[in-house]
């Protein structure tokens, strides 16, 4: 299943974020019509536990990396 990650600054490993419905939006499977699409964050960035070292990050919206498995 398609979708976002984040990669920890701390120890570079990629975590996902959400995953990509594309059942429920086929039109996600298109590789470009997803790129306005990216999943609401506040302002002032969201706090995140990464899930393999453990460290709190701060993430904005433009460190969102679509993948497509
Ligand atoms: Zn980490």
């Not at 979708?3 to 590789?31: N, Y």
């Not at 790129?35 to 070292?53: R, V």
Request: glycine share 4%.
């Amino acid at each position: 299943m398609a979708r976002w990650v984040l990669g920890c600054p701390d120890c570079k490993e990629d975590f996902t974020h959400s995953q990509i419905d594309t059942e429920a939006m086929p039109s996600l499977r298109d590789p470009f019509a997803w790129l306005g699409d990216k999943p609401e964050f506040p302002i002032a960035g969201l706090s995140l536990e990464c899930p393999n070292c453990k460290k709190i990050s701060v993430y904005s919206r433009t460190q969102l990396v679509y993948r497509a498995m």
